[in-house]
RNA sequence: GCCCCUGUAGCUCAAUGGACAGAGCACCGGACUUCUAAUCCGACGGUUACAGGUUCGAAUCCUGUCAGGGGCACCA
């Protein structure tokens, strides 16, 4: 798994050329002029120059930290030195030697980093022209000529879609969004689980006391109602479970009625998803069906018998499986034992997802295959990759297991659509709805109705999705009513709020300026703003290659932090003609990266709340 | 027994191996006749679980310990 993330950043380096970071060439050759400079006074040469944003406020610059590295390799060379003594000794010869760089009016030799500063008003027309000018697509990255498949969302039919499904939506799309953007031809998968034990223990509960009825109001949790019952019922009463393993072969077998009544239930799950999806706002490019993978894979798992990878211990009353770590030589316990076939020769997971593998790749001509599936099935994926790859398909080594921790209710308990302990989707969605309803009453009662339940529902999904987003994949999320209708601080509704504040200035003034002279001082708080704004590329880039959405999530809020500080400082529409101007357009480019950023994370960006 | 993840301010969480570990919440004190106070400003708050190691430099990498969670043959 480690291998897929770091082969995807290899290729990203080796391309760096083709990116757009604001201040790409001015550092490109900032740092070729270094590296004469250090050949000049015959010390080392780091491979590989890096330069980072400087830490300090109000000022807009980058650093390096190669002459560290030189001086460390000196004293590793056997001179004896302080390294950092050394190291702000050669940053500041170095420094003599260059000169002034272009691009940069400050230089600085400072505890051992050379720090180049940018003059704000030299360069802030060169990104609030560059947002203006790129818009909706400013952050963006150039096209990879690769392409990405996103497995996410896979709910069961005969089930609920309750908030720890949700996590897996939110996480899937934005990477989605993000690796889209950042230049990757991007397929967005869902792959449902139609069928399966759950779906048999629901049609023989059906079947048994609820034959011929229909779904009433909420469909999914109408369904879930169904499911519940049923493994109540199989649990208390031991011999219900026969009778449900019949219906299992009833359907194995093609048994019509059967198949009848579960395309008609199965349908109205589908249905009720879809409804979720649109309310998300996901959509997705393709469906796969674990229904019909199921036959390709009993076929699969015969092959697998043949060539020997696979042993059938059925005729002793075993299942079919794979010994891993017999197959690779291994000693030590890695990859441990695959089922692939249950004794009975009914199918597993295992038995579906080989197949669906090869057939993303083959169908879809995909380059990389992302698994946005929770951490608990870590070993069962990487199983499943380097099974592939014994198997002798190679992209095995190109599956990535986007792994996320699970979602908690308070004191710890796990939410389990088996025992019931879920807290649905729909419900928190209306009880964010009205809450956010209410609030936009009390602070803009002036809008019309149809505007306040339009902005309700954006701030509502805003809430719900950013927490999901703002905290690390492998941390356990607990769910909690009240931190989720939370709309204060750290939270979507902060962001989209800036962006409104933004829009709001933008409307009050006539027209946005084209170009204005900037030979005025700046205020620390616009500096901080251009700063900001310019780092969305590199943030973009730095997401999608690492897989993290909350790169993003970071840099929204963060963004939203810098702008409200900037409001609060630096007056618009009020400031003196030149200053007016300026600000004006840097409101304007604020707005549109605020709006990307939010964009990637799958909220949308309100024009008044 | 083996493997994976987590441990950072009272709470919830950030932080490319870099400069002084930052936000939000809570608490305390300020700012609305001024571009929307869903905001801003200030104060308080830290032995980054512990012990070693690697490195010029460690919350971050390595080893060990402790604590919590998860996984390991027919669940998904």
């Not at 973009?540 to 290659?545: F, M, N, Q």
Request: glycine fraction near 6%; charged fraction near 25%; proline fraction near 4%.
């Amino acid at each position: 798994m480690r291998r897929v993330a770091s082969d995807h950043s290899q290729h990203a380096i080796m391309h760096r050329s083709e990116e757009r970071m604001m201040f790409e060439q001015e550092l490109d050759s900032a740092s070729q002029r270094l590296r004469q400079s250090l050949h000049q006074l015959d010390v080392p040469i780091p491979d590989q120059i890096e330069w980072m944003p400087t830490p300090f406020e109000g000022q807009w610059g980058f650093g390096t930290n190669a002459c560290f590295l030189t001086a460390a390799a000196e004293a590793r060379a056997g001179k004896k030195v302080s390294v950092p003594s050394r190291a702000q000794e050669i940053a500041e010869t170095v420094l003599n030697d260059l000169g002034p760089i272009t691009g940069f009016t400050r230089t600085e030799a400072e505890k051992g980093y050379l720090n180049l500063y940018i003059e704000p008003t030299q360069y802030a027309n060169r990104v609030i022209d560059t947002v203006l000018d790129q818009g909706e697509s400013f952050g963006s990255g150039d096209p990879k000529k690769q392409q990405v498949m996103v497995e996410y969302s896979q709910p069961n039919t005969h089930k609920a879609f309750h908030v720890g499904h949700l996590r897996n939506v939110i996480l899937g799309g934005a990477m989605s969004n993000i690796l889209e953007f950042a230049g990757y031809n991007t397929v967005r998968a869902n792959y449902i689980g139609d069928i399966g034990w759950h779906v048999i223990q629901w049609l023989w509960c059906y079947l048994k006391f609820h034959s011929g009825e229909e779904p009433k109001g909420d469909r999914t949790r109408w369904m879930q109602d169904i499911y519940t019952e049923a493994v109540q019922l199989i649990d208390d009463h031991p011999e219900y479970e026969a009778e449900a393993r019949e219906v299992f072969a009833r359907w194995e077998n093609d048994d019509p009625e059967i198949k009848r009544i579960w395309e008609k239930t199965r349908n109205w799950s589908l249905e009720g998803f879809n409804e979720i999806y649109e309310n998300l706002g996901e959509q997705f490019d393709v469906f796969f069906y674990e229904s019909e993978v199921e036959k390709p894979g009993k076929v699969l798992v015969e092959e697998l018998i043949e060539q020997g990878l696979a042993i059938d211990e059925r005729s002793i009353g075993g299942p079919v499986v794979v010994k891993l770590d017999e197959l690779l030589g291994l000693e030590a316990e890695t990859y441990r034992v695959l089922v692939i076939l249950r004794s009975d020769g009914t199918s597993l997971y295992a038995t579906k997802d080989l197949p669906l593998a090869i057939k993303k790749f083959k169908e879809w001509q995909i380059d990389k295959s992302i698994y946005v599936i929770d951490v608990r099935q870590s070993l069962y994926l990487k199983q499943i990759f380097k099974f592939l790859e014994i198997m002798g398909f190679k992209q095995g080594a190109d599956c990535y297991h986007l792994s996320y921790e699970i979602v908690n209710l308070p004191g710890d308990v796990t939410i389990s659509s088996r025992e019931g302990t879920i807290v649905m989707f729909d419900d928190l969605m209306q009880e964010a709805f009205k809450r956010a309803l209410w609030i936009v009453e009390d602070k803009n009662p002036s809008l019309s109705v149809a505007q306040k339940k339009n902005v309700a529902e954006m701030v509502a999904l805003g809430a719900l999705k950013y927490p999901m987003l703002a905290v690390d994949n492998n941390k356990v999320a607990t769910f909690d009513w009240e931190r989720a209708l939370d709309f204060e601080g750290q939270a979507a509704p902060y962001i989209q709020y800036a962006h409104v504040r933004a829009n709001s200035i933008l409307n009050k003034a006539a027209s946005i300026p084209h170009h204005v002279p900037s030979e005025f001082e700046l205020e620390v708080q616009e500096i901080s703003l251009l700063d900001q704004i310019s780092r969305l590329p590199d943030e973009v880039k730095r997401s999608a290659e690492n897989y993290k959405p909350l790169t993003i999530a970071n840099y929204a809020f963060d963004l939203a932090r810098t702008f409200s500080e900037f409001y609060q400082h630096c007056p618009v529409l009020k400031a003196e003609k030149d200053v007016r101007a300026f600000r004006l357009r840097l409101t304007a480019a604020t707005k549109q990266t605020l709006a990307n950023s939010l964009r990637l994370l799958g909220i949308e960006s309100p024009e008044v709340m």
